[in-house]
């Protein structure tokens, strides 16, 4: 898959997929982390990250790219 951009309030983020279907996410030049998708115990689709990045901000930017992905 190619790179794309979302907007997360006002705020352009590139995100680029990698091959083990997680996605490597960029403010510009500076590397924000890498999010994969997960679905929890009760099924709901989850967006963890082992990097610095908050874990509402992940799940912020994870719903934008499943939105982008559908």
């Given at each position: 898959?190619?790179?794309?951009?979302?907007?997360?309030?006002?705020?352009?983020?590139?995100?680029?997929?990698?091959?083990?279907?997680?996605?490597?996410?960029?403010?510009?030049?500076?590397?924000?982390?890498?999010?994969?998708?997960?679905?929890?115990?009760?099924?709901?689709?989850?967006?963890?990250t082992?990097?610095?990045?908050?874990?509402?901000?992940?799940?912020?930017?994870?719903?934008?790219?499943?939105e982008?992905?559908?």
């Amino acid at each position: 898959m190619e790179p794309f951009e979302i907007n997360l309030v006002g705020e352009v983020l590139t995100v680029i997929p990698q091959p083990d279907g997680s996605f490597t996410i960029f403010n510009g030049d500076d590397l924000l982390g890498t999010i994969a998708p997960n679905y929890d115990e009760s099924d709901a689709l989850r967006w963890p990250t082992v990097d610095l990045m908050g874990v509402d901000y992940a799940q912020q930017v994870g719903e934008l790219i499943d939105e982008h992905e559908m």
